[in-house]
């Protein structure tokens, strides 16, 4: 099994133009996550879904849209890059509640 | 919503010595709580967790406590290695719902140095 893959590894945006962040898993996981990671912040959720076709806003949603269209991908969106979006994005799916989320190697971003 | 605060956020130790993490929580409703490790350049990968109703866990070199009354929970390391060295990171979470996800809040990260 690879776990949980994400694409690319590296970006560098203009203000204002978009992109999708891919990930995917082959573990067979109900529960996806996208989470942004800044320095000294931890780890914050943007989104998450239960399932395919459901999902759902985390604490950080605002400039950024998701998918579940199947249970192996979960694409995250960034329409109108911002300089306050520069930061490192960590997919992360999970099989049930409260159990271990299995973390991609995560995208760097930076927009300027 | 949850709040989890960590410290210290750097702490660095001889190799062989112990260390040790302590996080809080603010939600009593939570129930669980993972602790990951997290190497430069790669993602959060789980090293021990331990749910509510359990007080002490351990791991080889690693063991968890959790004080429910007290809403904190500590990371003990023994006998530290240069390779423990990372930026570790505690987290919590509750499952009020059925049918949502278990949504971890996280701490803010401890730095680890092993020195040797």
């Known amino acids: 099994n690879a776990g949980v893959t994400q694409t690319p590894k590296f970006r560098i945006l203009k203000i204002g133009q978009s992109m999708t962040l891919q990930c995917t898993q082959d573990m067979n996981h109900n529960y996806m996550y996208w989470y942004r990671q800044d320095p000294g912040m931890g780890l914050k959720l943007i989104y998450y879904s239960v399932g395919a076709g459901i999902t759902d806003k985390g604490e950080v949603p605002n400039g950024y849209n998701v998918s579940r269209s199947t249970t192996e991908d979960f694409p995250l969106r960034l329409e109108l890059a911002a300089p306050s979006q520069t930061s490192v994005y960590f997919c992360?799916?999970?099989?049930?509640?409260?159990?271990?989320?299995?973390f991609g190697q995560g995208t760097r971003l930076t927009v300027v | 919503g949850e709040n989890v605060e960590q410290h210290p956020s750097t702490l660095s130790v001889q190799e062989g010595d112990s260390a040790v993490i302590k996080c809080t929580y603010s939600?009593?409703?939570?129930?669980?709580f993972p602790w990951y490790k997290q190497e430069l350049g790669k993602g959060p990968q789980l090293i021990i967790d331990?749910?509510?109703?359990?007080g002490e866990k351990k791991d080889q070199r690693i063991a968890v406590t959790l004080n429910k009354t007290a809403k904190h929970f500590s990371l003990h390391i023994t006998e530290t290695q240069p390779e423990d060295s990372a930026v570790y990171f505690c987290?919590?979470?509750?499952?009020?719902?059925?049918?949502?996800?278990?949504?971890?809040?996280f701490g803010t990260g401890t730095r680890l140095q092993v020195t040797l």
């Open positions: 992360a799916s999970s099989p049930n509640r409260g159990t271990e989320a299995f």
């Open positions: 987290a919590a979470s509750t499952n009020k719902h059925t049918g949502t996800a278990s949504k971890l809040t």
């Open positions: 939600d009593s409703a939570s129930n669980y």
């Open positions: 331990i749910r509510s109703n359990v």
